[in-house]
């Protein structure tokens, strides 16, 4: 994101979608997105796509919106590219790529993150997503940190110690 795209109606229309979790002015965000100066097609694009899931939506704000909460995409997107390296591996050791249809995606990480905090237990379809957590240290705490920039939901450390991890596989 180019910093310079970040005035103050731009940051102000984030902070307001983020605030409300309502992402209706995505399309105004896409003019004053183009008003500063912003040509990138693939963002306008989406801006203006009126059948963005919430989690898309509300992804592509928080990668407007800040480095911080960029990172924290950034963040979730690569933890589950790890998930899926390790699901993807053929009988050659070779990476395929996911699906359309895979469970793992940017949106599965929102999910179940809402679904640890809402039920007490996250259940991922490999081995590899949960041995994640399995391996302790601060991976839910860095989970959760990220997972909250994003969607706006703080996640206290006695309500992460009460979260179950486990393998659907």
Request: glycine share 8%; proline share 4%; aromatic share 8%.
């Amino acid at each position: 994101m180019n910093p310079a795209w970040r005035t103050g109606t731009v940051l102000a229309l984030c902070r307001r979608m983020l605030d409300a979790r309502e992402f209706d002015a995505l399309p105004i965000l896409a003019d004053a997105l183009q008003d500063a100066g912003c040509t990138d097609p693939e963002v306008l694009a989406q801006c203006q796509d009126g059948a963005l899931s919430r989690a898309r939506a509300e992804r592509l704000v928080n990668l407007v919106y800040s480095d911080e909460t960029a990172a924290a995409v950034r963040w979730l997107e690569q933890f589950v590219r790890d998930i899926n390296y390790h699901d993807y591996k053929d009988e050659n050791d070779e990476v395929g790529a996911p699906s359309d249809t895979d469970p793992h995606t940017y949106e599965y990480a929102i999910e179940v993150g809402r679904s640890g905090l809402e039920e007490g237990h996250m259940s991922f379809g490999s081995d590899a997503g949960a041995d994640f957590f399995r391996e302790g240290g601060d991976n839910m705490r860095t989970f959760f940190r990220n997972w909250s920039l994003v969607t706006g939901v703080p996640v206290s450390d006695e309500d992460q110690g009460d979260i179950s991890v486990s393998c659907a596989c």
